[in-house]
């Protein structure tokens, strides 16, 4: 299967390990805007937190996920989630609008395309947490190590680099 492929399941595993990690960070740091990128060497996180926090966080993350918490690899802030809701969200509204002939047309099908998205909407919120649970994450993580945790850059937003390993 193509999501077992070694660089795609190295991402998806990395993906769940942010999320952990993110979730973690958000206990001891509520206020503060975090972000993170996966890749299949690792990960980042974006946030003006200490990278030492970063490290207890990833490790703490690491543990909880093979220990079971499955529940820790979903985001709601995750980009599968803000995909997910553009593409049903914008897709409906678009097939609704795609057969008018005319400005006058596509205005009077407006209201209908608005509605269909509304739809879209609502279908994603149970539908980007299902994509994230079977397809872009893999809370499986038997083998997995963090090998180091280093900022990185030096913007007005920290960075740090989270480099895993099987």
């Known amino acids: 299967m193509i999501l077992d492929l070694p660089l795609i399941l190295d991402t998806r595993r990395n993906h769940a390990l ?10 001891k740091y509520p206020r ?39 529940d820790l690899a979903i985001h709601n802030g995750c980009g599968t989630n803000i995909a997910t809701m553009i593409l049903l969200a914008g897709g409906l509204a678009w097939f609704v609008l795609k057969g008018a002939r005319s400005s006058a047309g596509r205005l009077l099908r407006l209201p209908f395309a608005v509605g269909f998205a509304v739809v879209g909407l609502g279908l994603s919120r149970p539908l980007g947490p299902w994509l994230q649970a079977r397809i872009t994450t893999e809370s499986e993580l038997d083998g997995l190590e963090i090998v180091e945790v280093r900022r990185v850059g030096r913007g007005l937003i920290g960075a740090h680099r989270v480099i895993t390993h099987t």
């Open 18 to 27: 942010e999320h952990a990690t993110l979730h973690v960070l958000a206990v």
């Open 32 to 70: 503060q805007n975090l972000a993170g990128h996966s890749n299949p060497t690792g990960y980042f996180i974006f946030g003006n937190i200490p990278t030492t926090e970063v490290e207890t966080a990833a490790r703490q993350a690491l543990r909880l996920l093979k220990l079971g918490e499955r």
